[in-house]
């Protein structure tokens, strides 16, 4: 685990944009980079549409997990990442592959499942994840029954645990997936995130009761913070 903390959102954005730029052109071929939702993220998406270094017709995006909302609702990832991109990458969407909400629940995981496994070698050169102040990873809750999934690579996901979340239903890739990345980056900002990133390098917590504990298994983990 390497861990980079940053004093301005401006060295934060610069440095996850150029860990982007690295990876696009450290080899040939398409590269292959799943993104996750929230509010950190979104203006280092916005920064990486305008980013002239980087040759977006070869790569292939996707999302890590998705509320079970129509896909124009304000709480879409798919929607968020959208609007990021697009304005400067007006074909972003037709290299961007995301759950299919309008599908039942179940079907929705079956079919973005079967679409990863179109993946070379079912894995991707890079999984951007955040983390929440539970220490939820992608949908990945803790005491979620998910966090024992070991041969599905995507699942339905329920946020039980949290009295009123505005979402209970989710999807979200399941370790399976998010292990076998190439590299993976957990992005957090903000006072609030200090301690579970503290939580999630020093306490003795299991991976049960703090998901992203999961995350120190993966031999090129990568935190970028800043508050």
């Known amino acids: 685990m390497n861990v980079s903390k940053f004093n301005s959102s401006t060295q934060f954005i610069a440095a996850t944009e150029a860990v982007i730029v690295a990876l696009c052109n450290a080899t040939t071929g398409v590269k292959h980079i799943a993104l996750s939702g929230g509010k950190t993220p979104r203006p280092i998406y916005e920064a990486l549409a305008t980013n002239a270094a980087i040759h977006f017709d070869d790569i292939e995006w996707y999302l890590v997990d998705e509320r079970y909302v129509p896909l124009d609702h304000p709480d879409s990832n798919y929607k968020m990442i959208v609007e990021a991109f697009s304005a400067a990458q007006p074909t972003f969407s037709e290299h961007f592959h995301y759950f299919d909400t309008s599908l039942p629940l179940k079907e929705s995981a079956h079919r973005y499942e079967t679409e990863l496994k179109n993946i070379p070698g079912l894995q991707f050169d890079l999984c951007v994840l955040g983390i929440g102040s539970d220490g939820h990873t992608a949908s990945l809750f803790p005491g979620s029954s998910a966090l024992y999934e070991r041969e599905r690579l995507v699942v339905p996901a ?6 009123h979340p505005p979402v209970h239903e989710r999807l979200t890739l399941t370790w399976p997936m998010i292990l076998k990345s190439k590299e993976v980056l957990l992005l957090a900002s903000g006072q609030e995130k200090q301690a579970i990133i503290a939580e999630l390098q020093f ?25």
């Open 158 to 163: 329920i946020n039980e645990f949290v009295p």
């Open 203 to 227: 306490s003795h917590k299991q991976f049960t009761e703090l998901p992203a504990k999961k995350l120190l298994e993966h031999h090129n983990f990568k935190i970028y913070f800043f508050s």
